[in-house]
């Protein structure tokens, strides 16, 4: 490499941010070329999408543009949507030109897994854009002005399949939300029906099972109903098959039942696990010392052989460590291990409750949602500093 | 009859409210029973529904409460939904339980009337009440969003069936409303359209063409498209069939080319035109002295024999009029012929341009738009006084 190496990130989720500001920092001027490439000109915080899908917050709280998160004298920023990555070429293809590369980072994101469920795909909609919660905003408030016209009872059911973490964010927030929708639309409250279904037999998987019946407690009390370890059969234009053949007619069907990785990484050549490239301990592709993996895109492994549940948390860590270790090649310095280090975990129930284990300890209701805002809150401070702090915290 | 006679008053809306406030007015306590019957426990501005049907105006702003508007002393309200007459029997049939009545006022209002264009009923939106005008509302943030989802750009034209008063002021709106969503939407404003559609020979027929062209060059302004004497030939559901057979894929159609009377009223067996009952001078159905017929659901004709357009403005004085007949009938006083006295004319073109012509004067610009405003407003103080100005007035 006689000149100056050319480093293409894609994606600016979690892990393509925390990548391109760590590099600004770690790179003198004109060490190496950074390009970053996003479908969109803004990065979305996904982790407070189930707020504005509902309605409960406003879009631009859950958006930044990333011209006001790179310095434009460092970093290059394309607004394409990557069609192919040629591995052997050393070449990212996008929807308009292409761009060359030494170093590669895919953050790309994840796509919605729905395990092949008949209708999933065409009629469910999803948490995972910008585009898409705000579909699902308009929708519930569609559904209620057909009600309010055609009187089809249907409209006023709201299916959420899948109870994890994303599903019972939402849910939480739904059954916050409807209530003040009803009163604007003249609709009973009573007339509402909110029921999450998740085929596996407990909601929240793989956290406190404590935690997780104080969760489904708060939540029956908001009028949300559970059908739990039920799968969900098919998905149907209005409606889902659900269990044995049971058909619930419904208005609105959300799937946050699963994520896997991006076609495009696959479509690369890459060894993958449902979508996901299996990390290195640096991070990169097993055969590819140039390509890394990070958040949605990789899976990685915890010292038991498990793979980590993708969240933005490891997503943001591994963004760090592989800007970290793509300096670290140009200098020609060793590469550092990445090591995930658990801050711990919340999940929202609405206004004013929450579950959350930090450090072993469990914490729930007003306590919790504190720390929900407060964990929101550091992220916009990492990523954006006070100013982000101040245009798009939440602090009420 | 030796008993208190009842008066029921179907219809709450402009020519229902002023019978029954006027007869609050004209009768003394115990005089009279009257009972007024609506659908909803609101009367709707049928005038501004144009504004909160594009998004420019809250729905709140469109309604009022009808227990704020009647003295509940001394008129009966009952919220229930006219199935039939049965004139003979001097009984109406709701849909729970059923009225006798002395005196009956029919004011329910008119229907949307298609002309037989095929689909149009099935797939077309309509402005004529407070549920028909949120679905408008939300309908088009549905397509802008569904947009963002699918790329379809047939979801960014909007087609406006029947250039008058109605179509003309709502158009107006949408021009006003969509670049503001665009920018909400993160869509390019020059890719959305507005066409509006008139088969007659003008738009605003009957009224001045000196002030229909300013309108239409206003418009045309906004980014309007007008198509003029050219029908829509069927009505799809993803657009129109115009003219010789040229299809508008668009995402949202909205007929307002024509009202009709009401179903209810030929069903009673009452001579009709267009679902219309003709009117004596008096304003008492033909054959049935104690039917009286005021706003949409009645034909009056002018000193020179053509009908009188239905509108707000004629509904008002025939509700005061009638109510002012019944009390005279009570009393075995003579009845008062109708006389139409009319105001002027205004028509909004969105924010700060209408046209008017009053007391023969023709008015444009920012001055007919204050126009209109106190016209609305001078409404709000007719039938709610000074509080009603307050709470429901525009003023900016």
Known sequence: MGSIPKIVILGAGYGGILTAQNLQKALRHKEAEVTLVNRHDYHYITTHLHMPAAGTD?????????????????VDFVKSTVQA????????????????????????????????????????????????VRL??????????????????????FVVGGAGFTGIEFVAELA??????????????????????????TALPGFDPELVEYAMDVLKGKGVTFRIGVPIKECLADGVIIGEGEKIPAGMVVWTGGIRGNHVIEEAGLEVMRGRVKADEYLRAPGHDHVYVIGDNSVFMNPEGRPY???????????????????????????QKFKFSNKGTVASLGRGEAVAVVGGRKIKGWVAAQLKKIVDIRYLFIIGGIPLVLKKGRFF
Do not use: W
């Open 58 to 74: 406003s879009i631009e709280h859950a958006r930044v543009s990333i011209s006001g998160l790179i310095d434009g004298s460092r």
């Open 85 to 132: 990555i040629k591995l052997d070429e050393k070449k990212v293809i996008l929807d308009q030109g292409s761009l060359d590369f030494d170093y590669l980072v895919l953050g790309l994101g994840g796509e919605p897994e729905t395990f092949g469920i008949p209708g999933m795909l065409e009629n469910a909609l999803t948490i995972r854009s910008i585009n898409s």
């Open 136 to 157: 699902i905003r308009d929708h519930i408030s569609y559904q209620l002005a057909m009600y309010k016209n055609d009187g089809n009872p249907a409209r006023l059911t």
């Open 176 to 201: 916050d939300r409807l209530p003040i929708l009803c009163r604007e639309y003249d609709i009973h409250p009573q007339d509402i029906k909110i029921i999450n279904v998740e085929a596996a037999p």
């Open 309 to 335: 549940p993708p969240t933005a948390q490891i997503a943001m860590q591994q963004g760090a460590v592989c800007a970290r270790n793509i300096a670290a090649a140009i200098h020609g310095k060793e590469p």
